[in-house]
């Protein structure tokens, strides 16, 4: 259950990043078409994935500096 959760996660992410930057964006004055939109949210999934697990690597780094 653990993998379905992560890919309906990861899924509502995306939907929610891509749903955000239509409403958002042409506020300060960015138009992007629904699949610039969609390539941009992708990106940005990708990246905070990546930075996930950056920071798992960092608090085990420093737990195991700062261990008494």
Known sequence: MSLVEAVANVI????V????Q???FPLFGLHATL???M????IFTVLCR????????E???MRSLWRP
Request: proline share 0%.
């Open 22 to 24: 239509m409403a958002v």
């Open 59 to 61: 608090r085990m780094i």
């Open 17 to 20: 990043a891509v749903g955000t």
């Open 35 to 37: 699949a610039q939109n």
């Open 39 to 42: 390539m941009m949210g992708a």
């Open 50 to 57: 990546d930075r996930h697990k950056t920071v798992y690597a």
């Open 12 to 15: 509502f992410g995306y939907g």
